[in-house]
């Protein structure tokens, strides 16, 4: 695995170590992101936490990162109603409102580049390339 490949796996990984670890430590952040035709807001916040947590420490151990980074790329999927219904209604985001309604929509199709970055790590290495 290249340097750069590398470097960029241990920073998806802390990433999502990290944002999954905040559904815990803050999860009241999490709930006016929650769509109101979701049941069990609270539990599904801790459940996108700790499916974050596992797919962050997963895509960073060699067995596991192919699994790890389909299981994100399906977390990615799985959330995206919500980010529609965070844009769709102004959501403010981490209890800022200013700004919330241009990066609610840029976020949007920023999922796309997530599921890329995801999606280079389901490949199996070839040895002996960059």
Not at 29 to 52: N, Q
Not at 63 to 82: D, E, K, M, Q, S
Request: some cysteine; glycine content about 10%; charged content about 10%.
């Amino acid at each position: 695995m290249s340097g750069v490949k590398r470097t960029l796996l241990w920073l998806m990984g802390a990433f999502y170590v990290v944002a999954g670890a905040m559904h815990f430590v803050s999860p009241d952040t999490y709930r006016p992101m929650m769509p109101p035709y979701l049941p069990w807001h609270d539990e599904l916040i801790f459940l996108s936490g700790v499916a974050e947590v596992l797919c962050g420490f997963g895509v960073l151990w060699g067995p596991t990162r192919r699994y790890a980074a389909w299981g994100t790329i399906a977390l990615l999927i799985a959330v995206f109603p919500a980010n529609i219904h965070i844009a769709w209604n102004n959501v403010p985001l981490f209890g800022r409102s200013e700004g919330a309604g241009i990066w609610n929509w840029v976020r949007l199709p920023f999922q796309a580049v997530l599921i890329l970055w995801a999606y280079w790590y389901t490949r199996p290495e070839n040895r002996g390339t960059p």
